[in-house]
């Protein structure tokens, strides 16, 4: 299955559940996490909507984040925090 039916069937789950709880679809967000994945995927995934990426190694982040310079994306460090890594991932990421 492409990237774009998998967006759209989480598009379609996010609305009806919202709809049930009486809650704007809009305000939910969706957090595309890039482990592993190469570059033109996740380049797919921008062009569905996806804006926040998570990512939890920083070596494949850094890789990912240059790749990708050109798009706005907001980066996400999901992996466990390590102390010789930590002021390259505050430089990095928007989020952790």
Same mark, same amino acid.
């Given at each position: 299955m492409k990237i774009k039916d998998?967006?759209?069937k989480i598009m379609d789950t996010i609305a009806r559940a919202?709809?049930?709880? +009486?809650r704007d679809p809009a305000e939910v967000q969706i957090l595309g996490v890039a482990k592993e994945q190469p570059v033109e995927k996740i380049k797919?995934?921008? !062009?569905?909507?996806?804006?926040?990426?998570?990512?939890? !190694?920083?070596? +494949?982040? +850094?890789?990912?984040?240059a790749a990708l310079s050109d798009l706005k994306v907001n980066w996400h460090f999901i992996g466990k925090l390590q102390k010789n890594k930590i002021n390259r991932i505050l430089k990095s990421f928007d989020f952790i």
């Open positions: 998998n967006y759209n919202c709809q049930r709880v +009486e797919e995934a921008y !062009k569905c909507g996806i804006r926040l990426i998570g990512e939890n !190694k920083t070596q +494949e982040a +850094e890789v990912h984040q």
